[in-house]
């Protein structure tokens, strides 16, 4: 018979956003350290197929594999903590099980029968929860939303049907919850604890550890508390403080001996860890030696989420370098010509961010051309990069008219749809999605950052650069340093008289890794570094 994974399902009580997929990444590197092969899975309750045509304020970024898959943030969590490429199977949504369960039984595959919630969206969860059963050897299946919420009532149905098929030593629950500090009380209360355990055993599924989020460390008596109302172990009852940085958070589970203790309910045999390399990376995030100041020039802000693939290759990029990186948020929206040397005066560096639609472009465009034409590091991302090319073509080529027909259609779109996307009303799934191959320019600061001539990376979006300007850019010094194998598409444009100015029409952060970090992000804080060192 084939090996059969062992299965770690982590659900989540009292509060969303309490970091089921922290919790969940983190895990998995220590299983990982340890010497076991892991992969997560992230299950989310929402109706909507794909969080692709979501809001950035209401779900934060959109993750984006290399097949493809327009997915959830964590799954970025997921590959930056195990090194390791997600995929399509490793994300589903209520959205999608329901309409493959629909299209089928419109297909007539269910034979005349009456479609239920149990047993065929049971199934079909279950069926996506096995995808990687017996390639692994531990899948980590973490369970959006919070436990009680209606529309999650289906996927912790199949936990519970999934685990009993597995049996005893082959699946364990691990529940994140919340115990709250009550300031007029001044005490931990564990009741909304042991409500969120309730709940969740009311569906059949008992906890075998206890993640609990506090704002301060649970005494011994908090513990044992904690552990007799909900039939849990104390040593299974585990603190979740919060950490100056999340990556910090796998050391602190690893002093409670939270990965000992998986090993030991699901009948794993234990290897000694090594988190040494991590450790040093966490050591560079905290105390680095420099500091840059980056304007991070973007129009949803106000919603860090949004960009949160980008704040944490920023991260990665400043660990490497030795630098910590202090981020000047800049609503490109309030940025005009009058105001934008105030704005970005004494910064080392600028990332302008990606995004969608017109609103904020003219302030991403002032800002652009303040930092080409005062020499400061410029790094701009899919938007950011078509930003760059209309910047150029307005003061450089003198075209003032010109722009994106995203924006504004005329005989100056440098920045156009091409010919297949013209026909496409359908806004779901049909950009340039997933990993596309690109040849660079050797003598470019591309190449000098990849030290490759070809590279792999992820898209997402619809418009590109009109190749019908291309001559009259390269003639005017914009170096075009990087584009499809075929030359078709322009992925990477430079300047090259410039201190470092580089535009990618791709999203080079969702390929950043925690230790490794990506080599675009490395080469910018780099730069930046010089920038501020020559002001000390």
């Known amino acids: 018979m084939p090996k059969t994974s062992k299965y770690i399902f982590i659900t989540g009580g009292v509060l969303s956003s309490l970091g089921k997929g922290i919790a969940s990444s983190s895990i998995g590197l220590l299983l990982r350290q340890r010497g076991f092969t892991v992969t997560v899975q992230k299950m989310d309750p929402y109706i909507n197929v ?127 919850t919340y115990v709250p500090f009550i300031k007029s009380a001044n005490e931990l209360k564990t009741k909304p604890t042991q409500h969120s355990v309730k709940t969740l055993m009311e569906f059949g599924i008992t906890p075998d550890v206890l993640l609990c989020r506090a704002e301060m460390k649970l005494g011994k008596d908090i513990r ?13 009852v585990i603190e979740a403080l919060d950490a100056p940085t999340i990556y910090e958070v796998p050391m602190m589970f690893a002093k409670h ?39 991070f020039v973007g129009k949803y802000n106000k919603y860090p989420d949004s960009y949160k693939s980008i704040i944490e290759a920023l991260t990665h990029a400043g660990a490497i370098n030795d630098t910590r990186v202090v981020i000047r948020w800049i609503d490109s929206e309030e940025v005009t010509a009058a105001n934008v040397d105030q704005m970005l005066k004494g910064v080392n560096g600028i990332l302008v961010a990606p995004g969608f639609g017109h609103r904020g472009i003219d302030g991403k465009i002032t800002s652009i051309h303040w930092a080409r034409t005062h020499d400061v590091p410029f790094f701009g991302i899919c938007l950011g990069m078509q930003c760059a090319v209309i910047e150029y073509a307005r003061n450089v080529l003198g075209m003032p008219a010109a722009n994106s027909s995203e924006f504004k259609r005329n005989k100056f779109s440098v920045i156009d749809l091409l010919p297949e996307q013209r026909s496409i009303t359908d806004k779901g799934g049909t950009m340039r999605l997933g990993a596309y191959p690109c040849h660079l320019e050797r003598k470019s600061k591309a190449f000098a950052a990849y030290k490759s001539e070809h590279i792999n990376e992820r898209h997402r979006h619809r418009y590109e650069f009109n190749n019908d300007f291309r001559e009259v850019f390269t003639a005017a010094g914009l170096k075009i340093s990087g584009t499809s194998p075929d030359g078709r598409l322009v992925e990477i444009v430079e300047v090259p008289s410039h201190r470092w100015f580089v535009g990618v029409q791709f999203h080079p952060e969702l390929k950043s890794r925690a230790v490794t970090g990506h080599p675009l992000f490395v080469a ?12 000390l």
């Not at 979501?54 to 943030?73: I, K, R």
């Not at 149905?157 to 529940?175: F, K």
């Open 50 to 176: 794909d969080p692709g045509t979501m809001n950035p304020y209401q779900h934060g970024e959109v993750y984006v594999t290399d097949d493809g898959a327009e997915t959830d943030l964590d799954l970025g969590h997921y590959e930056r903590f195990l090194d390791e490429n997600m995929s399509k199977a490793n994300t589903a949504s209520a959205g999608q099980v329901y309409y493959d369960v629909i299209m089928r039984e419109r297909q007539g595959a269910y034979l005349g029968k009456t479609v239920q919630v149990v047993p065929h969206i049971t199934d079909e969860i279950k069926h996506r929860m096995r995808a990687f059963d017996g390639k692994y050897d531990i899948v980590i299946i973490e369970i959006g939303g919070t436990v009680g919420d209606i529309e999650s009532l289906p996927f912790l149905e199949a936990c519970r049907q999934l685990r009993l098929e597995v049996g005893r030593g082959n699946a364990m629950d691990i529940h994140l």
């Open 224 to 236: 044992s508390k904690i552990a007799l109302f909900c039939n849990v172990e104390e040593r299974s």
């Open 257 to 295: 001996e939270l990965d000992t203790i998986i090993c030991e309910k699901l009948n794993l045999k234990r290897s000694r860890r090594d988190l040494e390399t991590w450790s040093r990376f966490v050591h560079r995030i905290k105390s680095p030696r420099h500091s840059v100041e980056i304007g």
């Open 524 to 535: 910018f804080i780099k730069a930046a570094r010089a920038l501020a060192q020559e002001n």
